[in-house]
Nanobody, 130 residues
């Protein structure tokens, strides 16, 4: 059974930092695309970032560029999302997602495509407030 375990969420003040982790079991992240999505109540999930582990290419949504960094650790089969200079509008449940058929991040920000991806983590809540 494949499981994606997202963790690292919590409460932080504006300007603070958090590091999210997405650990996989039963599935190797090697040579696959792993994305982070987020969702606030009443809104559709939106793509935040993606990494193609085969060549370490990374992608970021405009609203997180310069603040978030995605990385992977193949030995730990884990993908990280380092979030800095957090803003209240970053408050959301963050999900990691991948699919064994997908090696590249071409469609990572298109939820009409990624909602059909096979493996979604359970989500971790990030709250940014003072």
């Amino acid at each position: 059974e494949v499981q994606l375990q997202a963790s690292g969420g919590g409460w932080v003040q504006p300007g603070g930092s958090l590091r999210l982790s997405c650990a996989a079991s039963g599935f190797s992240f090697d040579d696959h695309a792993i994305s982070w999505y987020r969702q606030v109540p009443g809104k559709e999930r939106e793509g935040v970032s993606c990494i193609s582990t085969g060549d370490a290419t990374t992608y970021y949504a405009d609203f997180v560029k310069g603040r978030f960094t995605i990385s992977s650790d193949s030995a730990r089969n884990t993908v990280f999302l380092q979030m800095t200079n957090l803003k209240p509008e970053d408050t959301a449940v963050y999900y990691c997602v991948t699919d064994p058929r997908v090696a590249f991040c071409d469609y990572y920000s298109d939820y009409s495509v990624t909602k059909g991806y096979r493996y979604w983590g359970q989500g971790t809540l990030v709250t940014v407030s003072s």
